[in-house]
């Protein structure tokens, strides 16, 4: 029985991480958040009640969840107790003591969101997408030794001298590269002074913790942010996120052993999309891709951005289940696929040179010459909303799915049919 789950997106993002993770975080004693920001959305959605978290872990909406932020993730405090305020007027009036942030976390400036949104700008038609709230400069400074992190709040004698630093650094970018307004030192300095008492009260040692954790037979939840292909390392670079999205990510992000993690989650739709720049070979420009856009609502959380639509894609899933030891998948939206005469499942790619792959190449600039080669499997017309039994599916979504399991060589755990918590097939539970 495992203890230790991590939950990820095997696709570019946007899978619907949050109605797994909530669903599982039930019977979870942690939740834990190891990388990104407060770039992630995950919308919950518990009978008529609608709530997006993006820095708390979902387990927020369970009072019998402890919620940790490990040290990869970076920290806005504005977004952190404005998610906090947004959760109290939900009801969740205990969030800010149930939520403990390693004192390794980044902290995540204005400074920073003024840096990517000149990036982008400066970019132009090669601007990334990114969401523009300063996530990849915060890990640009974190990498470069020249960041701040939430333990240097302890000492703001030297925390002064590092903030001056860093903005002499940044607002000279910011000035003579860029061409945009420098930000003010006292402005930042003074916004972090108001909230250092609360940030300081929720600092723990998350890595003790999951260590206890695991000795006294605890249930964890490790929560992923993003998707496989936005890996810093992995995705479809530069079109990517600015941190470790793979189960690796997890552990590094953490504090947790490797050999910790009992059970890897893969979340992926049954189609596919991505927000964004970047290559994405089976993407639908025609009123079928518009089609699965509406039904399924395809707009970021955070962003509102409409998401570019296209057909699944096992290519890239093998590579998913590969670099991630993926245990099982949680297929979402198979509803949204309701009522079309035929699916068609990317299964090869031709690349540039003609040759035929089953594995995804990593260089972003081959990537995008690649040609999807398709098979091609009759629909069904009958609805799949709400069915909680495999065996109640059409037999053409019974059929699809169990195509979807042979190519990606590992079990469908569970299969979501609409986006409310009781609408889901529960095949095998990862935390039972």
Same mark, same amino acid.
């Given at each position: 029985?495992?203890?230790?789950?991590?939950?990820?997106?095997?696709?570019?993002?946007?899978?619907?991480?949050?109605?797994?993770?909530?669903?599982?975080?039930?019977?979870?004693?942690?939740?834990?958040?190891?990388?990104?920001?407060?770039?992630?959305?995950?919308?919950?959605?518990?009978?008529?009640?609608?709530?997006?978290?993006?820095?708390?872990?979902?387990?927020?909406?369970?009072?019998?969840?402890?919620?940790?932020?490990?040290?990869?993730?970076?920290?806005?405090?504005?977004?952190?107790?404005?998610?906090?305020?947004?959760?109290?007027?939900?009801?969740?009036?205990?969030?800010?003591?149930?939520?403990?942030?390693?004192?390794?976390?980044?902290?995540?400036?204005?400074?920073?969101?003024?840096?990517?949104?000149?990036?982008?700008?400066?970019?132009?038609?090669?601007?990334?997408?990114?969401?523009?709230?300063?996530?990849?400069?915060?890990?640009?400074?974190?990498?470069?030794?020249?960041?701040?992190?939430?333990?240097?709040?302890?000492?703001?004698?030297?925390?002064?001298?590092?903030?001056?630093?860093?903005?002499?650094?940044?607002?000279?970018?910011?000035?003579?590269?860029?061409?945009?307004?420098?930000?003010?030192?006292?402005?930042?300095?003074?916004?972090?002074?108001?909230?250092?008492?609360?940030?300081?009260?929720?600092?723990?040692?998350?890595?003790?913790?999951?260590?206890?954790?695991?000795?006294?037979?605890?249930?964890?939840?490790?929560?992923?942010?993003?998707?496989?292909?936005?890996?810093?390392?992995? +995705?479809?670079? /530069? =079109?990517? @996120?600015?941190?470790?999205?793979?189960? #690796?990510?997890?552990?590094?992000?953490? $504090? &947790?052993?490797?050999?910790?993690?009992?059970?890897?989650?893969?979340?992926?739709?049954?189609?596919?999309?991505?927000? +964004?720049?970047? /290559? =994405?070979? @089976?993407?639908?420009?025609?009123?079928? #891709?518009?089609?699965?856009?509406?039904? $399924? &609502?395809?707009?970021?959380?955070?962003?509102?951005?409409?998401?570019?639509?296209?057909?699944?894609?096992?290519?890239?899933?093998?590579?998913?289940?590969?670099?991630?030891?993926?245990?099982?998948?949680?297929?979402?939206?198979?509803?949204?696929?309701?009522?079309?005469?035929?699916?068609?499942?990317?299964?090869?790619?031709?690349?540039?040179?003609?040759?035929?792959?089953?594995?995804?190449?990593?260089?972003?600039?081959?990537?995008?010459?690649?040609?999807?080669?398709?098979?091609?499997?009759?629909?069904?017309?009958?609805?799949?909303?709400?069915?909680?039994?495999?065996?109640?599916?059409?037999?053409?979504?019974?059929?699809?799915?169990?195509?979807?399991?042979?190519?990606?060589?590992?079990?469908?755990?569970?299969?979501?049919?609409?986006?409310?918590?009781?609408?889901?097939?529960?095949?095998?539970?990862?935390?039972?």
């Amino acid at each position: 029985m495992p203890n230790n789950v991590v939950v990820l997106g095997t696709q570019w993002g946007d899978e619907g991480k949050g109605k797994i993770a909530d669903l599982l975080t039930s019977t979870a004693d942690i939740v834990v958040r190891s990388q990104g920001g407060n770039n992630a959305g995950h919308t919950l959605v518990v009978g008529d009640k609608k709530v997006v978290v993006r820095l708390v872990p979902s387990g927020i909406l369970h009072s019998s969840s402890l919620c940790l932020i490990g040290s990869g993730v970076v920290v806005s405090p504005d977004a952190l107790f404005g998610e906090i305020e947004e959760l109290k007027a939900s009801g969740i009036t205990d969030a800010e003591q149930r939520i403990k942030i390693s004192a390794g976390s980044s902290l995540l400036l204005p400074v920073h969101v003024a840096i990517d949104k000149a990036s982008e700008l400066k970019r132009g038609k090669n601007a990334i997408g990114t969401t523009g709230r300063g996530i990849g400069p915060c890990y640009e400074d974190k990498v470069a030794r020249r960041g701040l992190r939430i333990g240097d709040l302890y000492d703001m004698e030297v925390f002064k001298e590092k903030l001056a630093a860093l903005l002499e650094y940044r607002n000279f970018a910011l000035k003579n590269y860029y061409g945009a307004p420098e930000v003010s030192y006292d402005e930042i300095l003074s916004q972090v002074m108001a909230v250092r008492d609360r940030l300081l009260a929720m600092v723990a040692d998350v890595s003790a913790i999951l260590t206890e954790a695991r000795a006294n037979n605890k249930k964890v939840l490790f929560e992923g942010a993003q998707g496989t292909f936005l890996d810093i390392d992995y +995705g479809t670079y /530069p =079109f990517v @996120t600015s941190s470790n999205t793979v189960a #690796g990510g997890c552990c590094t992000g953490s $504090g &947790a052993g490797p050999r910790h993690i009992e059970y890897v989650l893969g979340i992926c739709k049954a189609y596919t999309t991505r927000v +964004g720049g970047g /290559p =994405f070979p @089976t993407e639908l420009f025609d009123d079928i #891709g518009e089609g699965i856009r509406a039904r $399924g &609502a395809e707009f970021g959380a955070v962003t509102g951005r409409p998401r570019r639509v296209g057909w699944y894609d096992a290519v890239a899933m093998r590579r998913a289940v590969a670099i991630n030891s993926l245990s099982g998948l949680a297929l979402m939206k198979i509803d949204v696929l309701d009522g079309m005469d035929e699916l068609k499942i990317c299964t090869k790619y031709q690349l540039a040179d003609g040759t035929i792959s089953d594995l995804p190449p990593l260089a972003a600039y081959e990537y995008a010459k690649v040609t999807p080669i398709y098979e091609t499997m009759p629909g069904w017309s009958e609805s799949t909303v709400g069915i909680t039994k495999f065996e109640d599916l059409p037999v053409n979504a019974q059929n699809y799915i169990r195509r979807l399991e042979e190519l990606a060589t590992i079990p469908v755990a569970i299969i979501s049919t609409g986006p409310e918590r009781d609408q889901t097939i529960m095949l095998n539970d990862p935390m039972a």
